[in-house]
């Protein structure tokens, strides 16, 4: 068994290499020219990225106060490629210093649901783009402003978008929140609107219940629409599900998600983007390993990427 073992992982390693060099070639080609020379680009809080100051991202992690390490991870990795980066909490801590709706709140929906409201009032003149994400979760910031600017997405028009689930009452489409959504400015004011009056029950907070329910129940009811997030081939750029489970098992153990999944494809598994946007880590300390990939591996052949590190030296 242990040597068994030892080729599972050697496998589940290499795969994740794979994917993760890909990835890290995909945001290298966004940033250079066809032609090897270096595209137009600002520098920004030290973010070489073209888009940075035109499609600014307010990234929001709700996390239990409990157990605090695994947001610090995404701050310490990719939450320096945010415009804004924001941690809701139910207690105080140094590092994250999160916004605390509640003392001692562990309610997942209360600290999302508050925590938007807090998002728009204090940072709307900040931010174009709200991304919620677990803390958990490794975000390839460039790449989902890349396809914001690809698909013309404007921050003006009510939409949100990530993974999309079925309502199979409804056959509407729905945003799965554990692979990360995003919503635009105009979607989020029409959110906190509703969601402030107290005559209104279809956007009021009920604790404990399911997030992406409530959140598309309240969006739906304010006239914002689920846009496609998928890349120009219909792959899929939020994962729904950590790498493991979708290199290793596929559909074969995750029924449920092939059964909800709306667009349905004949295929093993969730066809992955190569300019993919959210990854389920089921490993946290991970992270370090996803951000070497993405953002410090030198492919040969390729000019070598900036980094938050390289362009502040």
């Known amino acids: 068994m242990g040597a068994q073992r030892r080729v599972y992982y050697a496998a589940y390693s290499a795969l994740i290499l794979l994917l993760l060099t890909v990835l890290s070639f995909n945001i290298t080609g966004n940033l250079w020219g066809s032609k090897g020379k270096l595209a137009p680009m600002r520098i920004s809080k030290g973010v070489v990225d073209s888009l940075y100051d035109d499609i600014r991202i307010l990234c929001m992690i709700p996390y239990n106060y409990n157990h605090p390490s695994t947001a610090k991870y995404a701050k310490r ?65 460039e790449n989902l402003r890349y396809m914001i600017h690809s698909k013309k997405f404007v921050p003006t028009t009510p939409i949100y978008f990530g993974h999309e689930l079925e309502n199979v009452y409804a056959h509407k489409p729905f945003v799965f929140s554990r692979s990360g959504y995003v919503i635009s400015h105009e979607a989020l004011r029409r959110y906190v609107d509703l969601g402030r009056d107290p005559k209104d029950d279809h956007c009021q907070h009920l604790e404990g219940f399911t997030e992406e329910l ?18 120009e ?24 998600l092939k059964n909800l999944t709306y667009h349905k494809v004949d295929k093993a598994t969730v066809p992955l983007s190569k300019r993919a946007i959210t990854f389920r880590v089921g490993y946290p300390p991970e992270m370090y390993d996803y951000y070497y990939f993405v953002y410090r591996l030198q492919l040969f052949g390729l000019p070598m990427q900036s980094s938050p590190e390289s362009s502040n030296q």
């Open 233 to 256: 081939d219909g792959n899929e750029t939020f994962m729904p599900v950590p790498m493991s489970h979708h290199f290793l098992e596929g559909y074969d153990n995750i029924s449920w």
């Open 77 to 141: 990795t990719w939450g320096r490629h945010c415009n804004v980066l924001l941690f809701v909490s139910g207690d105080i801590d140094d590092e994250l210093e999160p916004y605390v709706p509640g003392i001692n709140e562990t309610d997942n929906w209360t600290l999302v649901h508050r925590g938007l409201l807090h998002a728009f009032e204090a940072y709307k003149d900040e931010a174009d783009w709200f991304l919620k994400v677990e803390d958990s979760s490794f975000v390839v910031l």
């Open 214 to 231: 409530e959140l598309s129940r309240c969006l739906s009811h304010v006239g914002v629409t689920v846009v496609d997030s998928r890349d």
